[in-house]
């Protein structure tokens, strides 16, 4: 179930919002650099498997294209040059490099899917994988795992290596409005209304699985938060701006370091 914005006038009178462009090609070159920076923090946190793992951007003009990394670049080396933009016959409309059948398999039927949806990122993380391994869903047992609580599905039906669009459909139908999804024996896929509450739902989701993973190490009994705390701290930290507002400082660290990609 999609969590809604609380009023504005609830922020903090200062507090950082998402920019808002008149002009189409400044928020487009704003997007590749967001995107690219959102790549470069992926290969930082070492969510990179290979030639696995993708984030994608609904263009602020053509909304049936979106962009995406190129298959078989590194995370850390990414440039806004670099990024492929496609549309959703998986026609490369715009850039050289070869496209990730897989990304466009899955994240066309998303983005086809959920209108509201600006970005998309899925990665093979290593404890995203390793809790899918369980074929099931996260656990309110933390607050940051409350994020997610109610607030994401389980895609149960994996067939193998995705490159046809009828699992792409599967997967987007799976994920229905909520903002993540456990792939099950594949990873995470996260959703949002920006670049930055995509990546940061991936980012948090991937730590609460890792969290989960060591206490159940234990060996003791999890005790989870109750229903009703649970739902009030997922509407306190689970709505669309929290998550852009939680990605700045990771912003902030990498843009600070990559001239080239600073908005």
């Known amino acids: 179930m999609a969590v809604p914005n609380p009023p504005l006038e609830m922020f903090p009178a200062n507090i950082p919002l998402p920019p808002k462009f008149s002009d189409v090609k400044l928020e487009r070159e704003y997007l590749k650099k967001k995107l690219t920076g959102a790549f470069r923090i992926f290969g930082k946190f070492g969510f990179s498997e290979g030639v696995a793992g993708h984030i994608t951007v609904r263009d602020p003009e053509y ?8 298959f078989g670049l ?7 040059s670099d990024l492929l933009l496609v549309d959703h016959d998986g026609n490369v409309v715009e850039g050289k490099l070869p496209l990730n059948r897989a990304a466009f398999a899955i994240h066309s039927q998303i983005h086809a ?3 509201d949806v600006v970005a998309a990122a899925h990665a ?3 404890y995203g994988k390793t ?4 074929g099931k ?4 047992i933390t607050q940051d795992a409350c994020a997610f609580y109610k607030d994401h599905a389980l895609f149960n039906d994996y067939s193998g290596i995705v490159n046809e669009l009828e699992e792409g459909k599967r997967i987007a139908k799976a994920l229905d409005d909520n903002k993540a999804a456990i792939l099950q024996n594949h990873g995470l896929i996260t959703v949002g209304h920006s670049i930055d509450e995509a990546a940061w739902w991936f980012i948090t989701m991937e730590r609460s699985c890792q969290a989960q993973l060591l206490a159940m190490q234990t060996g003791e009994k999890l005790i989870e938060i109750d229903h009703e705390t649970a739902m009030k701290t997922r509407a306190e930290l689970g709505f669309p701006l929290a998550g852009y507002f939680q990605f700045q400082p990771m912003w902030q660290d990498i ?4 001239d080239s990609i600073r908005v």
């Open 137 to 140: 869903e996260l656990d309110p």
């Open 74 to 80: 590194s995370f850390n080396l990414i440039n806004p």
């Open 131 to 134: 809790f899918s391994a369980l």
């Open 255 to 258: 843009s600070a370091t990559l």
């Open 63 to 70: 909304k049936d294209h979106f962009w995406v990394n190129p």
């Open 113 to 115: 899917a959920r209108p």
């Open 124 to 126: 093979h993380s290593v």
